[in-house]
């Protein structure tokens, strides 16, 4: 089943910071954070594991809250570059990847 | 290294004729996966692969889809009797194994059916 992810769009200014959603109905084993520019192949952000190992970047920061099988994507100081469409996936078991609809990102200068 | 890539980047091809889309995922990565992007929609999962099994084939949209991989290496999507609805772009990932890692995204093959 579709995780479900909020807002659909979001209108920043450069150094504003941005909270992104994504919620299952399904018990998880893992929440994925990728983004993905216009034309461009998606790139890896984050993954959340359940028992609360995380892997990704530095500068991206996530929770995963397993009792209500949501988590959030957490964008502070956003830049130009973070301009896109991101998408959480949710994976219930060491397989598959279920995609969000996306969450469409722009940041102005 | 090399990341994964994918071939050919843009494919057109007439309605009712088969297409083959191939993926050559990161070395040593022993999961692969095939997803579908239609224009400004997000990732539909098609199949994956542990290895050259796939244990996962729910998400192939019907009987004229079919991949398969040898070596533990190269995928290959081949769809039959093309039609206009399998337009779309064919993203292949791979990563270490499958579960609770990180997907490694090729640039995608553009497949247009006229």
């Known amino acids: 089943q579709q995780p479900v992810q909020s807002p659909q769009a979001v209108i920043l200014r450069e150094g504003e910071d941005a909270v992104i959603n994504c919620s299952s109905s399904k018990a998880l084993y893992s929440v994925h954070w990728y983004r993905q520019k216009h034309g461009e192949a998606p790139v890896f952000l984050m993954i959340?594991?359940?028992?609360?190992e995380q892997k990704g970047h530095d500068k991206i920061s996530a929770s995963f809250n397993e009792k209500k099988q949501q988590s959030s994507l957490y964008l502070t100081a956003s830049q130009l570059s973070y301009s896109g469409t991101y998408f959480c996936?949710?994976?219930?078991?060491?397989?598959?990847?279920?995609f969000g609809e996306g969450t469409q990102l722009t940041v102005n200068p | 290294g090399a990341g994964v890539s994918q071939s050919p980047s843009n494919k057109v091809t007439e309605k009712g004729k088969d297409v083959e889309l191939r993926c050559d995922p990161i070395?040593?990565?022993?999961?692969l996966y095939w997803y579908r992007q239609s224009l400004g929609q997000g990732l539909e999962f098609l199949i994956y692969?542990?290895?050259?099994?796939?244990?996962?084939k729910s998400g192939l949209p019907s009987d004229r889809f079919s991949a398969e991989r040898t070596g533990g290496s190269v995928s290959t999507l081949t769809i039959q009797r093309t039609q206009q609805e399998d337009s779309a772009v064919y993203l292949c990932?791979?990563?270490?194994?499958?579960?609770?890692?990180?997907?490694?995204f090729g640039p995608g093959t553009r497949l247009t059916v006229t």
């Open positions: 070395s040593g990565h022993t999961a």
């Open positions: 996936g949710t994976e219930k078991s060491g397989s598959r990847l279920t």
């Open positions: 692969f542990q290895g050259n099994s796939a244990p996962d």
């Open positions: 959340l594991l359940k028992g609360g």
């Open positions: 990932a791979s990563s270490p194994v499958a579960g609770g890692y990180e997907q490694y």
